[in-house]
């Protein structure tokens, strides 16, 4: 073994890559050995204490699983660790109606896949965007509703629809079939193992105990836990100082079910960035989100103290409401669509950022939180999905750098730490000044003194249907392909938006007033209860 080390660490300029995946890349061939991190537990003599990987992925949703397939291109060693088990189905409908994931509570609400991931899996992993069209998928080209002549770069503006199951499925395919990486199924994380030895200000990382009593060392472990990680208790148990952790409500709880079109029904049209139409009513909200397959999930957002809305649960509240929405009808008239699921709730939500660097010192190395373990905010916004694919490869390009698991931490942060405060700001932001607007406080969304936020999305964004300049601005905005202060540091933007929205007809009436909803849902629920009866 030590004759293996040593000639490891001689054998040239991709030395190192074979070093940490424990493989010989040479003409491609992937011929196994041990890698050094193994050799090291040898000669101390602990090599039987438990399994060694160079890199172990505590979770394998969407940014466990894009972590493990950009580490492993990049050499190493990963052993992914998940407590639901591997995927059930092989067409798209198997894949939404018979995965269990149980583990991930909004698996089968609805997700974006905006044209940031996708810039991401074009250069890096071009073969999960194939599998997923494969499975039906669409590619939403945004670029076509650009009022004006098309620029270099906005061929980037293309967004992928598709359930979360069949986009999971697609990137787990690609896991699967990469050498290097092993996925345990069935497996539940309990604790994590630090170091005896720890550094200055630091607690060090070395693996992680799972529920069958076994210890997985590793180099790095990714908390890829998503919003119920319980990586921060545990790092408190192991002695570690109080991380940064920031959170805010989103001041909302969705309804969403799916449906899919009826045979011979077009999709209808519509102008929207993100394919389906959404709008705010002034005491409650709707989007539409276009999947795959001819499918689509209209989801009713309304403010969690409304106790009266909370009748939208209910099939027949569900259906009243959204047949109310005279851009809704020609999405889920019966006519139309038939539901595929019930109606499915979701509540509970905060926005969340976290660092594991404090005041320039990491709390904790060998261990890097990512996607929504990093940061997380509201879900109508499809930030999380995106940012899990760009966290896993900048994770792996940062590791490719370094070994020294400070300078890993530290690298990390300075690769996404702003942009993910950012986003966690930005979206704080609209969330609080949409719950002012709800709870009836006037605020004039055409002044971006009154609220920026409010500007943006109700004023600026309509308005960027007439201006081909601040129609790419917002796509690139919604899309994650400029920083969220972009636009609104554009001070022309700013005003030619204002000037758009000053000559505008008025916004046709999007739904009816929330006395008028109520009736509706009054009736819908007593018609209901008599047919059962």
């Known amino acids: 073994c030590l004759q293996l080390c040593i000639g490891m660490r001689s054998t040239g300029v991709n030395a190192r890559l074979r070093q940490r995946a424990g493989m010989s890349l040479d003409r491609g061939r992937r011929t196994r050995v041990l890698s050094g991190a193994v050799c090291r537990r040898m000669m101390l003599g602990v090599a039987g204490a438990g399994d060694q990987a160079d890199v172990v992925v505590l979770g394998g949703g969407l940014a466990g699983l894009a ?84 620029l270099p770069g906005d061929e980037k503006l293309v967004s992928i629809c598709a359930r979360r199951p069949v986009f999971e499925a697609a990137l787990r395919r ?85 449906f899919r079109f009826r045979p011979g029904v077009d999709v209808p049209k519509s102008p929207a960035l993100l394919r389906g139409p959404r709008a705010e009513i002034g005491y409650m909200a709707f989007a539409v989100f276009v999947e795959d397959n001819r499918t689509f999930c209209p989801v009713l957002t309304v403010p969690p103290w409304d106790r009266e809305l909370r009748a939208l649960k209910t099939e027949a509240g569900y259906m009243a409401a959204a047949l109310s929405m005279p851009a809704l009808v020609p999405w889920v008239h019966p006519d139309q669509s038939e539901p595929l699921t019930p109606v ?148 022309t933007l700013i005003e030619r938006a204002r000037q758009i929205a000053q000559h505008a007809s008025p916004p046709p009436t999007m739904g009816p007033t929330r006395n008028e909803l109520l009736a509706l849902l009054e009736r819908a629920l007593s018609n209901s209860s008599a047919s059962v009866q």
């Open 67 to 150: 972590s493990s397939l950009a580490l492993a291109r990049r050499g190493r060693r990963v052993v992914v660790v998940e407590r639901d088990g591997p995927s059930a189905g092989r067409d798209a409908d198997g894949l939404f109606e018979r995965w269990d994931r149980r583990g991930v509570a909004h698996f089968r609400q609805p997700h974006n896949f905006l044209a940031f991931a996708r810039e991401v899996l074009l250069e890096r992993a071009p073969e999960v965007l194939e599998n997923v069209l494969a499975l039906g998928a669409i590619e939403h080209r945004q670029y076509e509703l650009l009022p004006g002549t098309r």
């Open 174 to 258: 690609a896991v699967e079939a990469e050498p290097g990486i092993e996925v345990r199924d069935g497996t539940r994380v309990v604790g994590l193992q630090a170091s005896e030895a720890r550094r200055p200000g630091a607690v060090r990382i070395i693996g992680v105990r799972t529920d069958d009593g076994a210890v997985l060392a590793a180099d790095l472990v990714v908390d890829a836990l998503g919003r119920t990680s319980r990586v921060l208790p545990w790092l408190a148990e192991l002695g570690a100082r109080p991380p940064l952790e920031r959170r805010s409500e989103c001041g909302l709880l969705y309804y969403s079910r799916h």
């Open 344 to 491: 499915l709730p979701m509540g509970s939500l905060q926005n969340l950022h976290r660092s594991l660097v404090v005041d320039g010192s990491p709390v904790a190395v060998g261990i890097q939180p990512v996607g929504d373990a990093l940061c997380h905010t509201n879900p109508t916004f499809a930030y999380g999905a995106s940012l899990s694919i760009h966290h896993g490869f900048t994770l792996a390009d940062v590791t490719n750098r370094t070994d020294d698991p400070a300078a890993i931490a530290l690298g990390f942060d300075d690769a996404v730490g702003a942009d993910a405060a950012a986003r966690f700001d930005a979206v704080s932001a609209e969330d609080q000044d949409r719950l002012r607007t709800w709870a009836g406080e006037a605020i004039d969304v055409r002044d971006p003194r009154d609220s920026m936020a409010l500007f943006l999305r109700l004023t600026a964004y309509p308005a960027a249907a007439h201006d081909a300049d601040l129609f790419r601005a917002v796509a690139r905005r919604v899309n994650l392909l400029d920083p969220p202060d972009a636009l609104q540091a554009d001070n």
